[in-house]
């Protein structure tokens, strides 16, 4: 057994999500980002394909976006309830981490495990802001799952498309927390 670490343990079962309307200013900078992006990026990689990389969103960037969630949305027929909550996702948001999911050509690797491995390094990001000392949230919407949309709002290419955006700010107030799961209940133990 390896050396236990305590705190790690109750960060983990106690941490939560910020929801990104209440992330404010400041954000991190280049060198506070830097780590985080690091500590993500030591997320299970079944293969060492690296089926992911990291689109940091400025508040421009957010802003254009904001702008693309109104044209796609009228193109695919949206309501307007629907456009207007993605809408203001970007408009709020002064920061944000889009992580692509890259399918890599394997014969060893499926293409869901390589999502798998998109998926936590959304959430190790996540973490890793939050431990950190920043609010954090983990946010998609039907727009990133657009292929147009992610070609034009991050720049994805043929087999490439949004796993998650990661806001990341100052929380500005903190949310009340919510019913957990009843781990008890969703456990099955085998023994044979």
Known sequence: MSEPNPAALEFLQTR???PA???GLPVPDRDALMPLLTAAARSPDHGKLEPWRFVVLERGALQRMAGLVAERGAALGRSAEDIEK????YEGSHLAVAVIEVQKPSEKIPAIEQSYSAAAVCLGLLNAALAAGWGANWLTGWASHDPAFAAA????GE???IAGVIHIGTERRVPPDRP???VEALTTWLAE
């Open 153 to 156: 709002a991050v720049g994805a």
């Open 16 to 18: 939560r999500s910020r």
């Open 86 to 89: 993605l809408q203001a996702q």
């Open 180 to 182: 957990r799961p009843d």
């Open 159 to 161: 087999g490439e498309r």
């Open 21 to 23: 309307k209440m992330l």
